[in-house]
């Protein structure tokens, strides 16, 4: 499995970015597929999460502004970010897993599964 990330920028506070992960090597819809961020000097947290069934999931943080997605006819999966704040600031990695995530992984950190580059996310103020 490769994970290529796309669509970070600089954006102003208020404004909106959309997150691309491309996805080869395997069967796209097999897969559970997850957001996370890792703001400096901080540990990577989960961001957003997308199981095979396709019901999506959010961090508090970001309930109400971001949206999680996936394109299984062209193996892609998307994050749509509206009312960006500076403390959304991070690099943004996207995640595979061969099992389903959980509430439960917002808080425990993992390495599990395959992993992207990461694209950077810079909110200014």
């Known amino acids: 499995v490769q994970l290529q990330a796309s669509g970070g920028g600089v954006v102003q506070a208020g404004g909106s970015l959309r997150l691309s992960c491309a996805f080869t090597?395997?069967?796209?819809?097999?897969?559970?597929m997850g957001w996370y961020r890792q703001a400096p000097g901080k540990q990577r947290e989960l961001v957003a999460y997308?199981?095979?069934?396709?019901?999506?999931n959010y961090a508090d943080s970001v309930k109400g502004r971001f949206t999680i997605s996936r394109d299984n006819a062209k193996n892609t999966l998307y994050l749509q970010m509206n009312g960006l704040k500076p403390e959304d600031t991070a690099v943004y990695y996207c995640n595979a897993r061969s099992y389903n995530y959980r509430r439960s992984d917002y808080f425990e950190p993992t390495e599990s599964g395959y992993w992207g580059q990461g694209t950077q996310v810079t909110v200014s103020s």
């Open positions: 997308i199981n095979r069934d396709g019901s999506p």
């Open positions: 090597g395997s069967t796209f819809s097999y897969w559970s």
